[in-house]
């Protein structure tokens, strides 16, 4: 359930229980999914009021606007692994 986009790392659920994925990918379940996103540079207010409105993404099959969201700036960034960004 779900996917990795080409710059993404995570955990991959795989499932064949019908019930399961409806609970967590269903939109009107509303399940509160939360991430933790490394950027390029440092993220500024304006940019976070952006992201917390929803954005425009393009996906092979078009143009797709987020839904709006909560986003914070962690006080202190995660131990996480190095990254090589493409």
Do not use: F
């Amino acid at each position: 359930m779900g996917r990795l986009d080409k710059d993404s790392e995570g955990l991959l659920v795989l499932t064949n229980d019908k019930s399961l994925n409806d609970q967590l990918l269903n939109p009107s379940k509303k399940h509160k999914k939360t991430y933790i996103v490394q950027v390029e540079n440092e993220i500024d207010e304006k940019a976070i009021a952006i992201l917390s409105k929803g954005v425009d993404i393009k996906l092979e099959k078009g143009m797709y606007r987020t839904l709006p969201c909560t986003v914070k700036k962690l006080p202190k960034p995660p131990v996480l692994p190095d990254r090589d960004p493409p």
